[in-house]
């Protein structure tokens, strides 16, 4: 004999199963978040498509040439959360009503794996592994003329006792950092971790030649080029492999000696250098020793320009 199911049937089993979160969760055949929500929640969590306004309601909250920074409050990232999953809700008072349940059933799960993704959005951009999942997220907000002009900013973020000014540095992981539009003055970072100093920097490509002082910003002009070039001394230290091949290793002091270029540079193109007088003179401070291009290289190159906001 054919048992008949009618819609009191139905109903009697959707409300069987959304009784409690217990009883849903045990008629789910594969509770998880996919894979694929969890990347959209995410990018979300990251402030990807949140509206600027709800960001900074107030322009006087992020005038030009400033810099805000802040805690990732997760209450409300998952408050966000559950807006984007509002969508067909019925709202209502009742505290034991069947979204209320699915809500506390699933809820949990969604929030730790969209989460857990957050770590995943920029490291599949740059093809590298994804980092630890962050306790707290901090960030900031730039909003400078910087922005447009010197285009692939980079930032390095450290917690406290962990500057490279410590005995041990650590580096946090960047989440998000970008610019908020092509022709956007307001860049965007969070950072997975507690920020206590951060170095924003000119892109590495920036690395180049240079010296410390040129003409009218030496003190005295008594030459046709007055130079000053912060010069290190250097360690050759040669070790021989078992396979019986040498190898030379080079270590420069950490501080270093002002010292007269003036005299490197050529007479008639009073910028263009002599490189063997420069190399000349390099060697000169370092008791004789002789200056290949590798040396060149470490005495000459200047890093990029860095500015660091520490919390104070």
């Known amino acids: 004999m054919k048992k008949t199911l009618t819609r009191k049937h139905l109903q009697n089993a959707l409300a069987t199963t959304y009784a409690s979160p217990n009883a849903i969760m045990a008629s789910l055949n594969d509770p998880d978040l996919p894979d694929d929500l969890a990347s959209w929640l995410s990018r979300l969590a990251l402030l990807n498509g949140v509206p600027f ?22 209450n409300w990232v998952s408050a966000l959360s559950d807006g984007a999953f509002s969508i067909g809700r019925n709202l209502t008072a009742d505290t034991d009503s069947a979204m ?60 406290v006792n962990g500057t490279p000014d410590d005995k041990n540095p650590v580096m946090l992981d960047i989440l ?9 003055d307001t860049m965007i970072c969070l950072i997975a971790g507690d920020a206590w100093r951060i170095d924003i920097h000119e892109a ?8 410390d002082c ?15 070039k912060n010069l290190h001394t250097f360690t050759i230290t040669t070790t021989t492999n078992p396979n019986g091949t040498k190898v030379q290793s080079v270590t420069m002091s950490d501080t270093s000696t002002p010292t007269d270029i003036s005299s490197t540079f050529r007479s008639k193109k009073t910028r263009v250098l002599n490189m063997q007088a420069l190399a000349s003179t390099i060697s000169t401070v370092n008791n004789g020793a002789t200056v290949d291009a590798a040396i060149m ?3 000459m190159t200047e890093g990029v320009g860095m500015v660091s906001f520490i919390n104070q």
């Open 53 to 74: 306004n709800y960001l900074v309601p107030d322009e006087r909250m992020l005038p030009q040439e400033s810099i805000r920074f802040f805690y990732l409050d997760q």
């Open 214 to 228: 040129f003409l009218d910003s030496c003190q005295v002009q008594t030459k046709p080029v007055d130079a000053v």
């Open 100 to 159: 209320l349940n699915l809500d506390t059933a699933v809820a949990p799960g969604v929030h730790q794996k969209s989460f857990a993704f957050t770590t995943k959005v920029r490291s599949k951009l740059l093809g590298t592994d994804p980092p630890p999942v962050p306790t707290i997220i901090t960030g900031f907000l730039l909003r400078s003329s910087l922005v447009l002009d010197y285009p692939s900013l980079g930032v390095n973020a450290y917690p």
């Open 297 to 299: 290289g470490f005495e």
């Open 204 to 211: 590495p490509q920036a690395l180049h030649y240079g010296i």
């Open 176 to 184: 998000r950092l970008e610019q908020l539009g092509p022709k956007s």
